[in-house]
């Protein structure tokens, strides 16, 4: 399948998600709160990141990009009404990180609100939101997924560091800015020139997007675990901890 059909399969997979949400108001409101709890966790589990150093800017990238509980609904849109257009005007490695961004955010999309109807199931006040999170979570199950989840978000970095060792790569983007925004890609752009610019920074301290990646995978690893696997006590504890709320 080609990159263009990828993309367009991708965004109509999360245009159906959202069809099913804008007729459920319950459920929108569920899936906000699901998307800001994991927002506060990335936030909190990387707050050492993102406060300073070599990585606070790719901290952020992640979590703006990948992690964001923002709406994403005019990305998708620009994708599936000009997925031709990227494999015209990028070349073949980027249209590949565009079509990986696509089938991410379907399948997160898909998972975020199989954890929505989980979250609204168990609306009691007496529960904290990281008890609440946790069950939810192992109500979805679906641990394959969310393992192959992860090593896509890594693939994303990995391919974004092989992005900036491509020579004339940074002045291609630069020089395309103009009709892509005009061609109506100026999401794609943006995420590409930040995601470039991010990661060629981190790429001046030898090892450095590797380093970041592997810390991404350790810590993504071990909360994955730890919510299917750990009791429940354990993971209100460390999950309150790290929204920084008292269990």
């Known amino acids: 399948m080609e990159a263009a059909q990828k993309i367009r399969h991708a965004v109509a997979q999360v245009s159906l998600l959202r069809q099913a949400v804008l007729a459920d108001p319950a459920l929108a409101t569920a899936l906000q709160q699901v998307k800001r709890v994991q927002s506060r966790r990335f936030a909190g589990t990387y707050a050492d990141l993102l406060s300073a150093g070599p990585y606070a800017a790719a901290s952020g990238f992640f979590l703006t990009e990948l992690y964001s509980d923002k709406d994403y609904a005019d990305r998708d849109a620009q994708f599936a009404r000009i997925a031709g257009a990227i494999e015209r005007f990028f070349p073949q490695q980027v249209a590949g990180t565009a079509v990986a961004l696509a089938e991410l955010h379907a399948v997160t999309e898909d998972l975020d609100q199989a954890m929505a109807v989980d979250w609204r199931a168990q609306a009691r006040s007496e529960m904290s939101d990281a008890v609440r999170y946790t069950m939810a979570w192992r109500g979805v199950g679906r641990r394959s997924e969310r393992e192959s989840q992860l090593k896509v978000v890594l693939g994303i970095g990995e391919q974004m560091a092989r992005l900036t060792r ?18 109506g890609l100026a999401s794609l752009q943006r995420f590409l020139e930040t995601g470039f610019d991010t990661f060629a920074a981190m790429a001046r301290k030898p090892g450095g997007a590797e380093e970041f990646l592997g810390i991404i995978q350790e810590r993504e690893s071990a909360l994955l675990a730890m919510l299917f696997d750990a009791p429940l006590v354990a993971c209100e504890t460390e999950l309150a901890r790290t929204l920084g709320q008292a269990p």
């Open 166 to 183: 491509t020579p004339g790569l940074r002045v291609m983007l630069k020089m395309m800015r103009g009709p892509a925004v005009a061609a």
